[in-house]
């Protein structure tokens, strides 16, 4: 009777042992796997939790490694892209820098920040009427706000914007667009465009910082700008996105004049349209076979700035609206 009960405590005991180390083996290598998979990040992710917004991005170290190099690199092209695209020899068509719109070397939120694009990209673009790369959609930016060129997309500039996009990303949700991303929605006031008005905005709250020319402020050394002009040869050209008012009007209400954000803004949703409509009255770089973009007409925004169109609706009110159509 002993010796029975002896082994049935023998087994029970046993049964115990193993699943002791089941759990120990599920604790430790499951860990050790996620660590794994993440060995090649090279960013610091600060904070215990994904964000869901764009405005709680928190700032993040570099990995002393390859990666973390690369990184830092794309991050020197986007402040300072003129900087590292010129040698004697222009690479892009003006002096402007990502950061230039791409607010806070893309990571303030509703300033067409990079954080979470990393989770978008393949996208449909409806001006190419295709899915697009990441890289394909910022050599769009090199060929319309840099009025340049495309450059090689498995160059080192590119592959480091890319890798910088990637761990600015790395503590976002994976799943689609994040809040705060793009830009800000606007209440479109239901009339066209006062220039009038657009000029009396820009001259008191613009000026400080772009001009009044509109020229913008450059470095006090170096090659580019400190603040960028609006209009001339050194500004975006008529086939980018911010040439377009109700664009234009979005990134405005949020983000200007310096210091403004999206829960904070400084202008009227009147007041941003007309002066983006101010702004891009001006002469600026003419984007070639412009007349290519949206090959589908019906999915051409209602304010590009330039024909063909699906409608009989005349050029100036695509400018300046009203767009009640």
């Known amino acids: 009777m002993e010796l029975k009960k002896l082994t049935n405590y023998l087994k029970a005991l046993s049964w115990i042992i193993v699943a002791l180390v089941i759990t120990c083996a599920t604790l430790c290598v499951f860990p050790l796997k996620h660590s794994a998979d ?76 990079y954080v979470g694009l990393i989770n978008v990209f393949p996208t449909y673009i409806g001006r190419e009427n295709k899915i697009e790369s990441l890289e394909e959609r910022i050599n769009g930016c090199f060929e319309r706000s840099m009025n340049g060129r495309a450059i090689p997309e498995n160059s080192r500039e590119m592959r480091a914007i890319v890798t910088y996009i990637k761990n600015i990303s790395i503590n976002t949700v994976n799943k689609g667009r994040l809040e705060g991303q793009g830009f800000i929605k606007l209440d479109v006031p239901k009339r066209a465009a006062d220039l009038k008005h657009g000029q009396l905005v820009f001259e008191g709250k613009c000026t400080s910082c772009h001009g009044k020319d509109g020229q913008g402020m450059r470095q006090p050394e170096g090659k580019g ?13 008529d086939g980018a996105g911010m040439a377009r008012l109700l664009t234009a009007a979005r990134f405005i209400k949020a983000n200007m004049p310096l ?9 009227s949703d009147d007041e941003a349209y007309d002066v983006a409509a101010y702004i891009n009255s001006f002469d600026r770089p003419k984007k070639a076979n412009k007349e290519l973009d949206y090959p589908n007409l019906h999915k051409k925004p209602k304010d590009s700035p330039y024909p063909p169109y699906a409608d009989n609706i005349s ?11």
Not at 225 to 237: E, F, I, M, R, T
Not at 259 to 267: E, R
């Open 225 to 237: 700008y400190l603040y960028p002009p609006l209009w001339g040869a050194d500004s975006y050209n």
């Open 38 to 113: 993440n060995s090649s990040d090279s960013s610091t992710v600060v904070g215990d939790s994904l964000i869901s917004h764009v405005s709680q991005f928190k700032e993040i170290s570099f990995g002393d490694n390859a990666e973390g190099e690369m990184a830092s690199y794309g991050e020197k092209l986007i402040k300072n892209t003129y900087e590292y695209f010129y040698d004697g020899e222009v690479k892009i068509g003006n002096r402007l820098a990502c950061g230039s719109c791409h607010l806070n070397g893309g990571t303030k939120a509703f300033a067409a920040p």
């Open 259 to 267: 210091g403004a954000t999206y829960d904070a803004p400084q202008l």
């Open 315 to 325: 050029l100036e009110q695509h400018k300046h609206g009203p767009y009640n159509f």
